[in-house]
């Protein structure tokens, strides 16, 4: 298994462009979540979705939208992206409320 | 969802000394989880314990909690360079998927 595959690695964006974030599981993990990392922070929710079709708000939602057509793949979409979103960014999935968390290698956004 | 908020903020020890940490939440929970991160990785899994549990190994980690008064603790043993990472609880609330981080505890082991 590969467990969660996020793309692309690195990304660079100036403000008011947009561009999709990538994440698939292959673990058949119904719960899949993004957050993202500002330096020396901890993890902020963005947004989470607990099976196919079904998605919720994290702590800071503004700006990003989601989608989960499959039960595979968790897309993180920026609008129009700015400074503040400058970050990095994690995908995580889990089997179920009692199972760990199983995070990718996140994604480095620098909006300039 | 709430966030478990870590203690200390930082820790620096020596090579082969112990090291804990402690973490402590606010409402009732279905079980709590230690994480590691590595500099600019993903975190990964250490531990979890449920609610109905006290005390808990995993080789050189030890994991205590205390529903009463809302606190949980990571004891890592003997503690090796390679340990150097941030460590983050979460706490999952009853009911609730969504599992939120505070700021962690960064821990330095000097070798």
């Known amino acids: 298994n590969a467990g969660v595959t996020q793309t692309p690695k690195f990304q660079v964006l100036k403000t008011g462009q947009s561009m999709t974030l990538q994440c698939a599981q292959d673990m058949n993990h119904e719960y899949m979540s993004w957050y993202r990392q500002d330096p020396g922070m901890g993890l902020r929710l963005i947004h989470y979705?607990?099976?196919?079709?079904?998605?919720d708000q994290g702590e800071v939602p503004n700006g990003y939208n989601v989608s989960r057509s499959t039960t595979e793949d968790f897309p993180l979409r920026l609008l129009s992206a700015a400074p503040s979103q400058t970050s990095v960014y994690f995908c995580?999935?889990?089997?179920?409320?009692?199972?760990?968390?199983?995070f990718g290698n996140g994604t480095r956004l620098t909006v300039t | 969802s709430q966030q478990g908020e870590e203690d200390p903020q930082a820790l620096s020890i020596q090579e082969g000394e112990n090291a804990t940490m402690n973490c402590s939440y606010k409402?009732?929970?279905?079980?709590l989880q230690w994480y590691r991160q590595n500099s600019g990785r993903g975190l990964v899994h250490l531990i979890l314990?449920?609610?109905?549990?006290r005390e808990k190994h995993s080789g050189r980690l030890r994991v205590t909690l205390d529903t009463s008064k809302k606190s949980s603790s990571l004891l890592i043993t003997a503690s090796r360079a390679a340990d150097t990472a941030s460590y983050f609880c979460?706490?999952?609330?009853?009911?609730?998927?969504?599992?939120?981080f505070g700021s962690g505890t960064r821990l330095q082991v000097q070798p």
């Open positions: 979460a706490p999952r609330d009853t009911g609730r998927r969504a599992l939120t």
């Open positions: 409402t009732s929970i279905n079980n």
């Open positions: 995580a999935s889990m089997k179920g409320v009692n199972s760990p968390l199983h």
């Open positions: 314990i449920r609610s109905n549990e």
């Open positions: 979705s607990v099976g196919a079709g079904i998605t």
